[in-house]
């Protein structure tokens, strides 16, 4: 199984759409709930060319060009945020613990090393996402803060939700 990591491509747009269906109902680590996940190819398109902007970053995992895996980053736009910026990765659970989630993120932080501006690389994952947590500090991120109680399962089942960060620079 031959994983390609490549920069995302306009016309990737209906299969990060269904890859994205897939992952929602397949794990409780995503804020979006499949139900409100309504994107059209056409507003994939626009998203997809709106983050791939500089400072921004989208990348894919596919195997046999076949996508099953995504991160996506964002730098602020705002002038004293700046020098930071969120990702979220998402992975098909079929194709978790083969080393992609790792590749997605050595990927990111070669790329955060050349952008001139961009000092820290930010995340939050949800308390219960213990996979991603290990994988996250295996690669030196380290908790910022915690909101308590944020995500709201049912009437009793609440995670937090992790603050977590890298300096890169």
């Known amino acids: 199984m031959e994983?390609?990591?490549?920069?995302?491509?306009?016309?990737?747009?209906?299969?990060?759409?269904?890859?994205?269906?897939?992952?929602?109902?397949?794990?409780?680590?995503?804020?979006?709930?499949?139900?409100?996940?309504?994107?059209?190819?056409?507003?994939?398109?626009?998203?997809?060319?709106?983050?791939?902007?500089?400072?921004?970053l989208i990348i894919v995992a596919d195997i046999e060009g076949k996508i099953i895996g995504n991160l996506n980053f964002q730098t602020s736009k705002r002038k004293r945020l700046s020098h930071l910026g969120y990702f979220g990765i998402s992975i098909q659970e079929a194709y978790c613990n083969h080393g992609i989630g790792s590749k997605l993120l050595e990927y990111l932080l070669e790329w955060a090393l050349k952008e001139p501006k961009l000092e820290k690389v930010c995340l939050e994952v949800f308390s219960h996402n213990k996979r991603a947590i290990h994988l996250y500090k295996k690669f030196g991120f380290k908790e910022e803060g915690r909101k308590v109680k944020y995500v709201k399962f049912?009437?009793?089942?609440?995670?937090?939700?992790?603050?977590?960060?890298?300096f890169v620079k």
Not at 23 to 43: G, I, K, Q
Not at 154 to 166: A, V
Request: hydrophobic share 30%; no cysteine.
């Open 154 to 166: 049912s009437d009793r089942h609440y995670e937090d939700e992790i603050i977590m960060y890298k």
């Open 3 to 56: 994983i390609n990591i490549r920069p995302v491509r306009k016309e990737d747009a209906s299969q990060l759409i269904e890859h994205t269906k897939i992952v929602l109902t397949e794990s409780t680590f995503m804020l979006t709930t499949p139900e409100e996940f309504t994107l059209t190819v056409e507003e994939e398109e626009k998203w997809i060319e709106g983050h791939t902007k500089p400072g921004n």
